[in-house]
């Protein structure tokens, strides 16, 4: 069994979600510094937008907020940053949702796989070697190296199934 979510509980619960916000840029930062990569400032800040909470966030909605900050950001250019924050394993993309989700523990290589609510939207991220290994060996019996493996499972959290 998996201990838990990487993200704890499930919803989150009641936290203070800037400690999360924090640690994210915190960890972003050292993460770009030891691997080379620039921080810049419009990075950080669709990052921290990215993690304005524990749900997903469309590119639109990040380009709107930018642009209401005053930055007149074009869409390629926060899809670029964005490209970057995946490329940098900060960043999930969502295909299902055609959203991005904050990767809450960037700094160790995981396989995710996402548990989504249709109810409330919340996003879950599991690392659960077990079934990136399953789905590796079925994969390898027809020949073929899987490289990236992103799993998204549709369904409802606690507290959605109670209402
Ligand atoms: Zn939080
Ligand atoms: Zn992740
Ligand atoms: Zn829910």
Not at 28 to 40: E, I, M, P
Not at 127 to 146: E, H, P, W
């Given at each position: 069994m998996n201990?838990?979510?990487?993200?704890?509980?499930?919803?989150?619960?009641?936290?203070?979600?800037?400690?999360?916000?924090?640690q994210a840029?915190?960890?972003?930062?050292?993460?770009?510094?030891?691997?080379?990569?620039?921080?810049?400032?419009?990075?950080?800040r669709v990052l921290e937008l990215v993690w304005?909470?524990?749900k997903p966030v469309g590119a639109y909605d990040i380009l709107e907020k930018l642009n209401r900050e005053g930055r007149k950001a074009a869409?390629?250019?926060v899809y670029r940053a964005l490209e970057f924050l995946i490329e940098a394993e900060l960043v999930h993309r969502l295909d299902s949702l055609n959203a991005f989700v904050g990767c809450a523990d960037p700094s160790s290589s995981h396989s995710g796989q996402f548990l989504i609510c249709r109810g409330c939207r919340s996003v879950a991220e599991l690392?659960?070697?077990?079934?990136?290994?399953?789905?590796?060996?079925?994969?390898?019996?027809?020949?073929?190296?899987?490289v990236h493996q992103m799993l998204e499972i549709q369904g409802l959290c606690k507290a959605c199934q109670k209402s």
């Open positions: 201990d838990a979510t990487i993200a704890g509980a499930f919803p989150p619960q009641l936290h203070d979600h800037g400690d999360c916000v924090a840029l915190e960890t972003a930062d050292k993460l770009c510094h030891d691997k080379g990569l620039r921080f810049t400032q419009l990075r950080k304005t909470s524990h869409p390629p250019t690392d659960d070697s077990a079934i990136s290994d399953v789905v590796n060996r079925a994969a390898a019996d027809l020949g073929f190296a899987a």
